[in-house]
DNA sequence: GCCAACGTTGGC
DNA sequence: GCCAACGTTGGC
């Protein structure tokens, strides 16, 4: 099972925000880049991903699951722009900042560190188990 | 708030 | 199909 990563600028679309859509989840709109685009595409149901905080606070600070495949965009009527729904599974009991994953050579090749721009990433399994650890969860 | 990096657009 | 111009993102 693949694992991703999101962005989300807090003022936009909070962990907060998230979290109060409990199981319903929500609709990731809003991404306008085929890349991100792409790695939704590829999601299904009960995939993980990190959900990360960009611009404010810049950390990584819980645990999303896939919980609807790939489907139109609701926000636009491109035809081009696919998004999944994601519910919140959990907090990181520590969030772990991007600065922490720029000094640790194990996240070296973290699409975060090297793309900050792509706002749907894949997460590779050493970097999801090394981020779990460092967050302070216990290894699924 | 600034600016570098990146992606997209559109003229040719 | 190339590439310059432009807009956006996001770290700092």
């Given amino acids: 099972m693949p694992q991703w990563l999101f962005k989300s600028e807090p003022d936009t679309w909070s ?3 998230q979290v109060a859509k409990g199981d319903v989840g929500e609709e990731w709109h809003g991404v306008r880049n085929y890349q991100a685009r792409n790695n939704m595409r590829a999601m299904k149901v009960g995939d993980r991903g990190f959900f990360y ?3 404010q606070g810049r950390e990584i600070v819980g645990i999303v699951e896939v919980c609807a495949t790939s489907h139109p965009d ?3 009527d491109d035809p081009r722009w696919d998004c999944v729904d994601l519910r919140a599974v959990e907090p990181l009991p520590k969030p772990v900042s991007l600065e922490t994953c720029k000094a640790d050579p194990r996240l070296a090749d973290m699409v975060l560190v090297n793309n900050s721009r792509l706002s749907v990433q ?3 399994d050493a970097e999801w188990a090394l981020i779990c650890a460092l967050g302070g969860l ?3």
Avoid: E
């Fill in 122 to 124: 894949p997460v590779s």
């Fill in 74 to 76: 609701s926000t636009t």
């Fill in 138 to 140: 216990a290894p699924a």
């Fill in 15 to 17: 962990w907060q925000d």
């Fill in 53 to 55: 905080h960009s611009n």
